[in-house]
Structures are given as structure tokens and as C-alpha cells.
């Protein structure tokens, strides 16, 4: 079974950037879409952006559109959630997931992710 370990949450003031970073074992990760999602408190767990198994395709919220960046290295078998400009309502816990049915797509349709981290904590504020 895919194993996800996000890592690269903390503690930054609005306005700060914070990377995090998505290790998968003991399979590729070249073989699946990944996706960032994110539950803050008190709230539904919510899409941020994901990434087809190439690259080639990209998707993002309204809501962190122009401000985070996904990315990955699959030679690494690594994918990256750049997040610059934080805001106070960008804190939650942010899960990467793995989505094995259409590598090829790029979705935010947590539904379609079967294998999930274990989460990292985000914390914006001054």
C-alpha cells in the first residue's frame, strides 16, 4: 500500500511562506495524481490544489490561486505545495492524497484520492 508523509508545516506570520513536501514509499509516485487538501477547525476538509502524475496539469482553488504552487519530483518521489503569502484563514491541517484511478487528471474531488497522510499542521499568525 502507497505510505504518504507530509512534512514542512509550522508556525508563520501572515504574510509568510511555508513549503511543504509530500514522501511517498514504498511504490513511484509517478503513477498518480496528487492533490493538497486542507481541514481547519470546525470545518469540512477542503481541496487546495492538485498535480497529474506528469505535471502536465495543475488545479487550483479560488481561494489559493496565485499564492501556492504545486509541484513535484517524481525522481524523488516527492511532490511540493509551495504556499507564499499566508493568511490567518489558510491555518488547517494540510493532507496530501494519491489519486491511482486517472493519473492523467489533475482534481479536486476528494472522493477520488484512495490513499491519504497523515497530515501537517499549518499556523498562520502573528
Known amino acids: 500500500q502507497l505510505q504518504l508523509v507530509e512534512s514542512g508545516g509550522g508556525l508563520v506570520q501572515p504574510g509568510g511562506s511555508l513549503r511543504l513536501s509530500c514522501a511517498a514509499s514504498?511504490?513511484?509516485?509517478?503513477?498518480?495524481?496528487i492533490g493538497w487538501f486542507r481541514q481547519a477547525p470546525g470545518k469540512e476538509r477542503e481541496g487546495v490544489s492538485s498535480?497529474?502524475?506528469?505535471?502536465?496539469?495543475?488545479k487550483y482553488a479560488d481561494y489559493v490561486k496565485g499564492r501556492f504552487t504545486i509541484s513535484r519530483d517524481n525522481a524523488n518521489n516527492t511532490a511540493f505545495l509551495q504556499m507564499d503569502s499566508l493568511q490567518p484563514e489558510d491555518t488547517a491541517v494540510y493532507y496530501c492524497?494519491?489519486?491511482?484511478?486517472?493519473?492523467?487528471?489533475?482534481?479536486?474531488?476528494?472522493?477520488?484520492?484512495?490513499?491519504w497522510g497523515q497530515g501537517t499542521q499549518v499556523t498562520v499568525s502573528s
Open positions: 492524497a494519491a489519486d491511482s484511478h486517472w493519473a492523467g487528471r489533475a482534481t479536486l474531488a476528494e472522493h477520488e484520492y484512495d490513499y
Open positions: 514504498p511504490f513511484s509516485l509517478d503513477a498518480y495524481a
Open positions: 498535480i497529474s502524475s506528469n505535471g502536465a496539469r495543475t
